[in-house]
């Protein structure tokens, strides 16, 4: 009874900040320096990298023309330096932007280099810095009587981070919803000799050899200096949410990308439930002024995230899956009860449909934004305030095989019951969205789902989780019995594991990485391990326990307490930590 009362409570402090908050305190700085602009580390908005190790640099620089950026990289090249990319928001989860563990490397920001949005009205094309944020280009394009037709969902992402990690929001039409895919352009600079001043600009179309290799290239081939996308004439959308039995969902989801252009499914396992979104471009006349504010990026009270984590902690440690469960049925319903952050007319959710203009419904994160009054609320994942802390896991799987994939899924929850499904709906469940063939080399190259399933993260390393056998097993179905690929800027290490063997065009990549950087100024442990398979050592004790490695033996889990190396329970290949009286491996 405590438990209901306590999340009554959650509940009704969330209900007021839809009325009562407007800004919050911004997210930390991800670069924190001892010395001004010296002996640096940079963190992830999550404040952890998911091997839990720092990420150093010994100096920073923060250029602010796309020729100084270019004179940055001359003077590291002549100079030997490693070289990463950083940008002000920092919101990849793994090691990207981290250069070798080496005295000899030089971050390199775009956070000042943010001035130049230049719309052609003529051509239907917006040419941008690469540190440009997201919601900055996305009001200028609207504000000239035009639309970006994809974006990510989540807005705190700089131009040249979305397009580098292929980041994406939702379509099987057209160009389709991976927004690298509407890049017609974009400069890249890269090394260079002597002679050329050790570093140049290089300027890449559709046409040009490398221009496929560049658009999803992780940070590895280049600083991306200048992005041009391809624009349409304003327009508005029309979005509806629909709850119902996820009896066929895996039937269905096909039929449902094909008849709405930026539609996507969310799917509460545990609670048996599916949400369709219809979501359909309208007129630009069609009355309305809607707002999509995203319940997980609003800002919220900082009681209010603490609370959550604090409770979900609590039923962890306890292995209670029903006080995990009464989360996740409060949560879905409010959730429901207020469109999941969708507003009429800008201010409070009245009723379906939500019609708005394009730039205000395709991407959100009001948390973002800061007030120098309040500084009682933020993110709720805001590492200073010991809020939500979860793993997020995206795969991306061909079309063909993601129905086989929901039946696994499906088979697993009815053989440990649904209950024990509840800690990934607390969160946002599976959501489903919707990504076109790429030409990219590291795209993808048919038309695909992705998925996307948050959950939570131990505070402490070494701590096994309530269930942890049950994502672990549906993260092995995922990345290995059904060969999906990882979204490049999210997951844990083990979802990377042979991942250069499921790109066609890899070798293409590699090619161009050997063309454009020789003397890997951009390259660095994680690249060398993850993307091109260098092994950096043996398994350690514990290291399945955050995604480190697949366990082979029992002390790649806990077995002092209670957690040991089992096959799967559906996919039977699959190895992972589950909690048993005895060992049998």
Known sequence: MTNLLWLCLVLWISTTTLFTISFAMPPPNPIRCNDINSNCQLFNSYGVWGDRQTCH?????????????????ANANKNNLKVKIV???????????CPSNSKNSLFVSTEKYDSTIDINMER?????DGGVGLRKLIDTIEKAGLSLVASTYWEGATVAGVISTGAHGSSWWGKGGAIHDHVIGLNLIVPANENEGYAKIIKLTPQDPLFNAAKVSLGLLGIISKVTFQLEAAFKRSIRLNYTNDSGIEDEFMEHARKNEFGDIQWYPSRQIAVYRYDNRVPLNTPGDGLNDFLGFQS???????????????????RNVGGKCMMASSFVAYKKLIANGFKN????????????H???????????YSSSIDITSTCSWDPRINGLFFYESTAIFPSSK????IRDVKKLRDLVKPESMCGVDIYNGFLFRFIKASDAYLGQGEDSVVVDFNYYRASDALTPRFNQDIWEEIEQMAFVKYGAKPHWAKNRNVAFVDVQKKYPKFNKFVGAKAQLDPKNMFSSEWSDEILFGKQQGLKSDGCALEGMCICSEDRHCSPSKGYFCKPGLVYQEARVCRFSSISTS
């Open 124 to 128: 239907l094309t917006v040419t941008t």
């Open 87 to 97: 940008t002000k928001f920092s919101h990849t989860i793994p090691k990207l932007a």
């Open 358 to 368: 394009q730039g205000k419904m395709q991407s959100s994160g009001s948390c973002l």
């Open 57 to 73: 640099a010994p100096n920073i620089v923060y250029p602010t023309t796309e020729e100084q950026l270019r004179q940055e990289l």
């Open 402 to 405: 993601f129905g086989n994939f």
């Open 345 to 356: 007319n800008k201010s409070i959710f009245t009723g379906y449909p939500v019609v708005g």
């Open 300 to 318: 919220n009270p900082i009681l209010l995230s603490k609370s959550v984590r604090g409770t979900e902690k609590g039923f962890e440690n306890t």
